[in-house]
């Protein structure tokens, strides 16, 4: 096994992970910093993705205070207090930081302000953007300048542990399989970042990219860290439906398409949204899928059994000149997004669920951090769409910052050597088994099983038999085998993969069954009551038992806003 050491070690290269990098450069150059990734640093993971756009209150009619509350009201009372304000607080640092130091441009009104466009359930229009295609400016911009200073980069490696000290005390280091050889190599850190982002790729029809699946909650879950809201799983409204023999199918189209005005309309052509609730196609993500479920369910669906959008009465040059990219991906498909209709169905997008955190990054286990998609409480019950690539720049920047501190005074520890074996012999199984069987198919039932009883709409019987379901499952992929070639044996991964996804989807299960009432994106057919605000608790998962915690309300209370002059 080969063997490294550096001071700092970041797990993911989304902007959770590569704003962790510079920030921990820019505070101490003298350290070691490597940036350790699935996929190929720039190129992977969801921030690359992001279309929308990033939340914060620049224009001077609006205010953090505002962008707190519909962080809070939007999250279902749900959201750790302090780690929303540091969201709302640091966002406008960390979009200063990104026009003026690190190179992005954002699109511009004629007078020289940032353009902030309308997103769902937002009280002011505060998302700005590059076009409808804003990930790949910021994370080009944030890989240049990673590349162009004295960071190290271990591509192509998966991380499969977190490994503690002999003591158990902390962590060590962490154990990675090199896909290009698949070798085992082990990392020895004073400080490791989780920012491996989540991803809730279990669900039949998702977005997130290829290269996630949930190994870093996985690898929180096995490490005993306690998790936080896990049923808390966002599906997006509009995800495209091409058919089932393409992987566009789920993929994306953006929030503003609803925020600028488009119609949902059923497989009757009839417009649906009004009857569900008075802000129709803007309200929040979690009642938009929520409708379109039940629409789906009534059996009025377009061809692939899904609903439209329609975007044509806002005039089709208006919708061609505003969402180039979504309309060249609709046209990819067949779809003429500007003139006709699209085919949509609501698509598994986002986990609110993570590890537990302070507001500084520190996770239970000294020297662990988490930052991004794979941390929990930001967001309570419901991501605002915008608030996502906020909350990953804004605590990788954090966790940066952090860790160049802690690490200072921090040396390299032991690791637990019987633990680094067994996690290796783990990811060895399916070498030695001899059971012969269909990984997709396994993948297809995982898909079938997260989406009929683990999706939209819950309820306890189904959650029941869900849980049995994911244990079969898991019991299945340890029967199977793969192929003995170790380099880019796209099939090992493909089984760690389902690993994780089983392990997290267990996870969700859980926390859904343990959560008696409906609230954000989690809902209960036998307990659509979203119970008492003011007694408002969240889920805590640990070593497979979930425990109901109360949320603090530490800066306002249900019924009470920071907002002055509201009525
Ligand atoms: C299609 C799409 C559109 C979106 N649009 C918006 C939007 O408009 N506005 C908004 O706010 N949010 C949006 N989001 C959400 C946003 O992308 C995420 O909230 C945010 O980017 C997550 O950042 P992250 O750094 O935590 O994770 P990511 O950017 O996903 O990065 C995760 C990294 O971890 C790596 N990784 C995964 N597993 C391992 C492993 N085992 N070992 C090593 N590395 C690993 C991946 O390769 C990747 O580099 C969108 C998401 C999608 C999918």
Redesign the pocket.
Known sequence: MRELSTDILI???????LFAALHAHKAAPELSITV????LLGK????????????VALAREDSVERHFMDTIVGGGWLCDQELAWKLVTLAVERVRELENELGCFFDRNPDGTVHQKAFAGQTFDRTVHKGDL??IEIINRLAEQVWARRIARLEE????ELIRTTDQESIAGVL?IDMRTGEYVFVRAKAVLL?????PTMYKYH???G???C??LAMALRAGLALRDMEMVQFHPTGLLAGPHTRMTG??L??GLRGSGGYLLNGAKERFMPRYDPKAERATRDLVSRAMFSEIKKGSTSPHGGLYISMSHLGAARVAKEFKGMVERCADCGFDLAGGLVEVVPTA??MMGGVEFAPDCTTALPGLFV????SGGVHGANRL????????TVF?AVAGDAMAAWVKDSPYREPDSAAIDAAAQTCERPFASRGSGNLEAVRERLYDVMWERVGIIRDGAGLQRAQSELDALDAELDGLSVTPERAFNLTWHDWLNLKSLVAVSRAITLAAAARCDSRGAHFRSDFPECGSLEKSTFTSIQDGVVSMKPVAFTRVAPGQTLLRNVA
């Open positions: 797990l993911g290269s989304g902007g959770a992970g350790a990734v699935k996929g992977c993971g969801c921030t690359r993705m992001v279309q929308g756009g990033y939340n804003t990930g490696h998966r991380a499969v990675f920012a491996t982002g989540g991803g977005t997130p990219s290269d996630k699946s190994d870093g993929t994306v953006e929030e997008h986002y930052a991004g998609e794979d769409g915008g608030n996502g690539v906020a909350n990953s990788g």
